[in-house]
């Protein structure tokens, strides 16, 4: 038996111990630059004080609302973990923990480096236990619950009260698993004596029920749904399935072999990761077939590959990823009547439940390849899992757009053709049910040669009633028969977005892909809303309620985000944030109230400013995101850096940290702080015209900066990564207006990467041309001119701009051979040109050292291109 070595320690003091061991050499720079009393003055930032900055990440506020657990993040990965009074400043903290556990308002637990931390939160009274792998407390709040690690790979769960008394001790556990609302503990052990699976419940006391005991299986797949029980038991080549009362204490088993129906070739699966899923009333259990893979065996490697073009996946997919024909099938056990029906099969291999799991629906993902799409369209069926019998509901229905089902099982909400579409499956009638609203429920703005997507399903109401759906702005309750439609609230006319904050805790466990079953909106009780201004960026939350509309809580001229409210009491945290204040810890009750400033370091130096800057390209009212330098003197003209992505003004309250590792090589702050104006712009663009969209919407934003008078229009540089290193490299084919570039893991050559096998399960990149960023919309063949006149490659003579490339040497997502193309085409027409080429890195680059090298790098770049510095030695002609 493993002994637990618990140590009570004092922590009085710890309550108010500081959180930033990196401000000590702050303090010793103050005190030696200033004398008590007088204004301290501030410096420039440099990289020596990036180390000093933190994220924030708020993890769990306790069920009343007074305590808060918040993580900081380091550069230097020395993270902590803290918990705080939402009132008051009481702290602990806790070095290397990565999130924690409330025990109602008393108690906090946390591990880190397999030390489990038990904090008395009304005495700082600290409990630690050695060695544990996981732990939980009861939802009663009286015990807690441990996992300690055993010298023989297996563990010892133990049972001990708050005062540290054990109630209950269980060695060579393999898995537990926790009855959703903690009041119960399902577990099973593994010794050469045999296997048991047994379950404890809480109360006054703890009890322990066994099911199954002295088995020579392994038991695995646990499941706990109400007051069944659900379990494998993997042994020999027949894993059986079985199902557990807890209320009567019968235990009933699915023996495959007596099923008549049963396939021969298949068995009830043994794969740990597929979980079972039980039905509420238990009488229902979901669980995985398996096929015989002696008739399928795996491709050799050394073997000639064949690849034919009549092949629904490529060779590359069903060799590294599988077959979906040969994955494990989806079936079900109505445990009462001991039948089995078997829910997909070879033919049609993936599927999900209806919310009542009575029905399923399922379909073949590649039912039509070859296709140029990613997700290709595929024909929806639905499965009566009474009778097993099956009927295809959509036809060709595209891969793109998802199917809600509804949470009592009634209906299946599916957007198609620009409106939402209520399937009924017990009259098996379909309603269209926005064809008479007058406003769009998909996107305005997009501009990808794709079908719009949705703004989204806010979920449905009690019964199954009702839909809410999302427009631009507003929340639409809808029936499902479209008859009764009512705008829940009044957005537009603000261009204020309004979402709904769904505060349901996080489960346990991860729930299965199959398992649909979400929680009902109760429109009667209220709503929390999110919502943002289009405009200005300004943020907040509201209460929603019939007869309020949407009440203002909190609204900012920030970033309002990681909103979570206290279980039993109408008390709230939130973060918010600009650019110029690092994110702050909130509490809100009746008002808002700072708990915790992070990164109060930032008044010792020289930061800079945000301007939203608006322009016009074709008639369309665009936006971008100015940042001033830090050390702005009016009247003197600055370089500017302009970063390009697609759409950015949604980052214009983000607080960005200082820091050499970032894996793009590009970071805000750095250059505010080195003396450079940084711009991001929006843009949008015409199908089959990338290249010309992007160097009018970059070059328009661009004049409007200009125009203030704040930028040195001759000292301006360009950079982006992926697709934005793509329309870097096209701009520069197409405009002498830029300084220097910078460009990252780009396309250059549009033939050769749309005939090109992606990283992304072995797929052909097609869809990225057709129908994603690239937007021709066609293929190369129905429209080689507009893959030709967008390739940077063929366009390199124009190029007068000196250019920094940069890729992965393992890049599989754009070929690091794009970058190599266009660094051959410029060096053959002796254009000034630069590639760097890391070794054993993708698409970004994660090692630190590479990270911090083309930082580096591409300061001195856009320094010697936009301030005339020197040229360091790496970028001249001969550099070894």
């Known amino acids: 038996m493993q002994d637990i070595n618990q140590i009570q320690i004092s922590d009085t003091l710890k309550k108010h111990k500081s959180f930033l061991r990196g401000f000590v050499c702050f303090i010793v720079w103050v005190m030696a630059t200033t004398s008590w009393g007088q204004e301290i003055p501030k410096r420039a930032l440099s990289k020596t004080d990036y180390h000093l900055w933190n994220k924030l990440l708020t993890r769990k506020l306790s069920n009343n609302g007074v305590w808060v657990s918040y993580l900081l993040m380091y550069e230097s990965k020395k993270d902590t973990l803290f918990v705080k009074t939402t009132k008051g400043n009481i702290t602990y903290n806790f070095p290397s923990a990565k999130d924690g556990v409330f025990n109602g308002e008393s108690e906090f637990a946390c591990i880190a480096n397999d030390t489990l931390t038990v904090t008395n939160l009304k005495n700082g009274t600290l409990t630690k236990i050695a060695n544990v792998h996981d732990f939980f407390f009861s939802d009663n709040n009286s015990f807690l619950l441990l996992l300690l690690k055993q010298s023989n790979g297996k563990q010892l769960l133990v049972v001990q009260d708050l005062k540290g008394k054990k109630k209950l001790e269980i060695p060579n556990v393999n898995q537990w698993h926790l009855e959703p609302n903690r009041n119960g503990l399902l577990y099973c052990t593994e010794s050469t004596k045999g296997n048991e699976i047994g379950y404890l419940t809480f109360g006054k006391e703890v009890k322990s029920h066994s099911i199954l005991a002295d088995s020579k299986g392994k038991f695995q797949n646990l499941n706990w749904c109400g007051t069944t029980i659900a379990f494998v038991e993997n042994i020999g080549e027949a894993p059986q399935l079985f199902s557990y009362n807890i209320v009567s204490g019968k235990l ?63 060779f590359d997919h069903r060799k590294y990823v599988g077959q979906y024909t040969l994955m494990d099938k989806m079936a079900v056990w109505l445990v009462k009547s001991n039948r089995f029906v078997q829910i997909t099969d070879r033919q049609i291999p993936k599927g999900f439940l209806s919310g009542d799991y009575k029905n399923a629906f399922i379909y073949d993902p590649i039912a039509y390849e070859p296709q140029s799409n990613f997700d290709g369209p595929f024909d929806l069926y639905v499965v009566n899992l009474q009778t097993g019998k099956r009927k ?34 017990n009259t098996d009638t379909h309603a269209n049910i926005t064809a008479s609203i007058p406003l769009s429920f998909f996107r305005q703005d997009q501009d990808k040669p794709i079908e719009a997507a949705p703004y989204g399903n806010a979920g449905w109401t009690v019964q199954d009633n009702y839909i809410v759906l999302y427009d631009q702005y507003d929340l639409w309750q809808i029936s499902v028969d479209g008859k009764i439609k009512k705008r829940l609230t009044r957005g537009r006319e603000i261009e204020r977005t309004y979402r709904i904050k769904h505060l349901k805790p996080a489960p346990i466990y991860q729930e299965h892909e199959i398992e649909t079953k979400g929680i009902s909106l109760q ?78 370091q930032q008044k010792y130096f020289y930061w800079g400013k945000t301007e939203a800057v608006h322009f016009n390209v074709g008639g369309k009212k665009l936006s971008g995101i100015l940042y001033f330098p830090a050390e702005y003197q009016q009247g003197i003209k600055y370089p500017m850096v302009v970063h390009i992505y697609e759409r950015q003004f949604q980052y214009f309250n983000n607080y960005v940290n200082p820091t050499s590792y970032t894996g793009d090589g590009f970071n805000i702050t750095n250059l505010t702080t080195q003396g450079y104006f940084v711009f991001l712009p929006d843009m949008v663009f015409e199908k089959g015209n990338v290249g010309q969209s992007a160097t009018q919407c970059v070059l328009s934003a661009v004049d409007a900066v200009i125009a203030r008078g ?104 754009i070929h690091y051979l794009q970058s190599m193309e266009f660094y051959l085409a410029l060096r053959r027409l002796n254009k000034s040109h630069i590639l760097l080429v890391y070794p054993e890195e993708g698409h970004s680059l994660s090692k630190q050292e590479n990270q911090k090298d083309l930082n580096e790098r591409i300061k001195q770049w856009f320094d010697h291109y936009l301030k005339n510095d020197k040229p360091k030695d790496w970028m001249k002609n001969g550099y070894q």
């Open 392 to 425: 295809r509901i959509l036809e060709k229905y595209s891969g793109d757009n998802l199917t809600i089902p509804s949470p009592d099982g009634k209906y299946l909400a599916y957007p198609k053709e620009g409106n939402w579409w209520i399937y009924d499956i």
């Open 710 to 813: 704040f930028v040195d229009q001759k000292k301006i540089g360009l950079i982006g990564h992926s697709f934005g290193g793509y329309a870097t490299d096209l701009i520069i084919t197409q405009t002498d207006r830029f300084a220097a570039a910078v460009s990252g893991a780009a396309w250059t050559d549009l033939v050769s990467s749309y005939l090109y096998v992606g990283s992304t399960f072995s797929r052909p990149d097609f869809y990225r041309a057709e129908y994603d960023q690239l937007r021709i919309g066609k293929s190369l063949f129905e429209d080689t001119d507009s893959y030709l006149n967008n390739s940077p490659v063929l366009k390199a003579a124009n190029v007068k701009t000196p250019l920094l490339g940069w890729t992965g040497e393992q890049d599989r997502h």
């Open 252 to 314: 009933h088993c699915f023996d495959s072999r007596k099923q008549h129906n049963f396939p021969e070739d298949m068995k009830v699966s043994n794969e740990t990761y597929q979980s079972l899923t039980i039905s509420d009333d238990g009488d229902r259990i979901f669980f995985w077939m398996k096929e015989d893979i002696r008739h399928y065996p795996n491709i050799d490697p050394k073997a000639v590959q064949v690849w034919n073009t009549t092949d629904k996946l490529l």
């Open 523 to 600: 429109l009667e009780k209220g709503l929390l809303l999110d919502a943002v201004d289009k405009n200005s960026g300004a943020s907040g939350f509201f209460k929603w309620t019939f007869k309020t509309g949407e009440k203002k809580m909190v609204w900012e001229s920030k970033k309002i985000n990681q909103i979570t409210k206290a279980l039993d009491r109408d008390s709230y945290i939130y973060v918010e944030q600009s650019y110029e204040v690092a994110p702050t810890l909130m509490s809100y009750e009746k008002s808002s109230e700072k708990v915790f400033q992070t990164n109060g």
